[in-house]
């Protein structure tokens, strides 16, 4: 099992473009989500689905959107990238809500906006 | 609040020595996770608990629900316990993780 994997690994971007990062996940979880970390500061969630087809906003989602379409992917995209964007992102997953489950995180993407 | 906090944030230690990292939470919570971030980035899921105590290897971790305080202890250190070690609790009635900041733990040979 490859786990959770996330494409690209690092990308730098300029101001106004946009990307999709993709996160796929080969566990037949449920539940998936995307955060960024920035220094000093911990992880925040920006999205997460707890299912095929459903998104949710989390703590950060602004300048964000996300789609589900396939059970094992959850793709996080950037329409207009902004400075403050720069970050690492993280996805995770898990088979049910955080309280009952352990997050299974990918390696990362980090996104440098110009 | 829902506030999560975490000390050290850095502590250097030399091999072999007994590690304690903190964490103290401000409200009630379902459940509290440890995590490890690598030097290279990664995150690993350590434990993850709502009461008493969990061991695995070299790693134990304590949760006090009454002083909301939650300990991570490592053993016989090594210098590949070298990580980031984060702390994420379930606040009651709330749907995501909470994260600390981080301990940055250097294990020096």
């Known amino acids: 099992n490859a786990g959770v994997t996330q494409t690209p690994k690092f990308r730098v971007l300029k101001t106004g473009q946009s990307m999709t990062l993709l996160c796929a996940q080969d566990?037949?979880?449920?539940?998936m989500y995307w955060y960024r970390q920035d220094p000093g500061m911990g992880l925040r969630l920006i999205h997460y689905s707890v299912g095929e087809g459903t998104t949710a906003k989390g703590e950060v989602p602004d300048g964000y959107n996300v789609s589900r379409l396939k059970k094992q992917n959850f793709l996080l995209g950037l329409e207009s990238a902004a400075p403050s964007q720069t970050s690492v992102y993280f996805c995770?997953?898990?088979?049910?809500?955080?309280?009952?489950?352990?997050?299974?995180f990918g390696p990362g993407t980090r996104l440098l906006v110009l | 609040k829902n506030e999560v906090e975490q000390s050290p944030q850095n502590l250097t230690a030399q091999e072999g020595e007994f590690i304690t990292i903190n964490c103290s939470y401000s409200v009630g919570i379902s459940a509290l996770h440890w995590l490890q971030q690598h030097p290279g980035g990664g995150i690993v899921s350590l434990f993850m608990?709502?009461?008493g105590k969990k061991k695995h290897g070299r790693l134990i971790a304590t949760i006090n629900i009454q002083e909301k305080h939650s300990s991570l202890h490592i053993t016989a250190s090594h210098p590949r316990d070298s990580a980031v070690y984060i702390c994420?609790?379930?606040?009651?009635?709330?749907?995501?993780?909470?994260f600390g900041t981080g301990t940055r733990l250097t294990i020096i040979p």
């Open positions: 608990l709502s009461s």
């Open positions: 994420a609790v379930r606040f009651l009635g709330n749907e995501k993780l909470t």
């Open positions: 566990m037949n979880h449920e539940y």
């Open positions: 995770a997953s898990s088979y049910g809500l955080a309280d009952q489950e352990t997050q299974y």
